[in-house]
């Protein structure tokens, strides 16, 4: 009898927690691509709720960044979606990898479209659940990180925030429509993608530049005024800060002295590092997510439009500062910046 209760109850947890998640996909660029959605046990679709992207890193899956993150039972505790999406797998390895630019494998090489797949992942789970547009945030570990670096260069018109975990970024190029805040995480136990820079030890034989320079390149994008300030370093991680930056923005950096390529505070992977003891990513990424969004960041042309006509300025003395010949964004940018910052 016991046993039978036992299995009995096994199968209700087990069916509980199912019935909150979504394994799905949607065509993209030739593919079907492939996503798990949880969310969380409290959702009732009443009232918006933020929406965290989670990135697996290169050759793992969806279930295996929800188990080593533990962002999960983090949603239910706090009341977020939290989505999983896949990368495409190479025809020859069978590794799933994101196009972080020079990182990573099969989907870097083929010049997959990812950015293009999260857009509309984004814009088909708006539509189909209660999700607050101004709170969407995306982390991933590894390739996972180095493309979360990538959606803030090139969609934080729809992110408001990331957190890399044992990443860095590898792009020619980042030109973001807005300032988008960071939290970092990383090991100096890393061997596979090095803080300090070089070419990890892993499968991937790109160059990764330092953290350091990472963030002082956001740093300029982010106009922060207060650079690289150290907050905490007690011998098990440092913690530092770019801070009084553009519009409410700014830049946390976490380095633990223990752990490896690993997500710190989690579950650590069949064949990967040990985790950090010392720090707890998903709770640190999740009240630093708290307090960004994109409305209370930074405005939309409209909203400089709006502010200028409040001067008395209509689109009649909106001129063509430049002279070349047309009045563009950064003509009513500059001429908003005459009655100050443009938050």
């Not at 087990?14 to 492939?34: E, L, M, V």
């Not at 009732?44 to 899956?61: F, R």
């Not at 982390?139 to 990443?167: D, H, M, Q, W």
Request: with cysteine; hydrophobic share 35%.
């Amino acid at each position: 009898m016991n046993y039978k209760i036992g299995l009995l109850l096994i199968s209700i947890i087990f069916n509980f927690t199912i019935s909150y998640a979504q394994y799905d996909s949607i065509p993209y660029g030739g593919y079907d691509r492939t996503y798990n959605l949880h969310l969380p046990t409290g959702y009732t679709g009443s009232t918006s709720i933020p929406l965290i992207i989670a990135l697996h890193g290169g050759g793992h899956s969806a279930i295996e960044i929800e188990s080593m993150s533990g962002l999960s039972l983090k949603a239910d505790l706090e009341n977020f979606i939290v989505v999983y999406p896949e990368g495409v797998k190479g025809p020859l390895s069978n590794a799933r990898t994101w196009n972080a630019g020079e990182c990573c494998g099969y989907a870097s090489f083929s010049n997959i479209d990812d950015v293009g797949f999260i857009d509309a992942l984004i814009t088909i789970l708006t539509s189909q659940y209660n999700i607050d547009t101004t709170r969407i945030h995306a982390t991933g570990v590894s390739n996972g990180g180095f493309f979360a670096y990538r959606l803030a260069c090139e969609l934080s018109n729809k992110i408001a925030s990331i957190a890399p975990v044992a990443s860095s970024m590898t792009l020619d190029y980042c030109t973001p429509d807005r300032p988008v805040s960071i939290i970092h995480f990383h090991s100096v136990n890393d061997t596979r993608v090095p803080y300090q820079g070089g070419v990890g030890s892993g499968f991937a034989t790109h160059y990764n530049p330092p953290i350091d320079s990472i963030l002082n390149i956001w740093s300029n994008i982010n106009v922060c005024l207060n650079i690289d300030e150290t907050i905490i370093s007690n011998g098990l991680y440092t913690y530092r800060n770019w801070s009084n930056c553009e519009c409410g923005n700014e830049i946390i950096y976490y380095l633990t002295q223990d752990g490896g390529h690993s997500w710190p505070g989690g579950i650590p992977t069949a064949t990967g590092d040990s985790v950090s003891n010392y720090i707890n990513a998903t709770d640190l990424m999740w009240d630093f997510f708290q307090q960004h969004t994109i409305d209370d960041v930074y405005i939309t042309v409209a909203d400089i439009l709006v502010i200028l006509s409040e001067f008395g300025c209509t689109s009649a003395c909106t001129s063509d500062i430049d002279g070349d010949g047309s009045v563009t964004v950064s003509d009513v940018l500059d001429m908003l910046s005459l009655f100050g910052s443009p938050c």
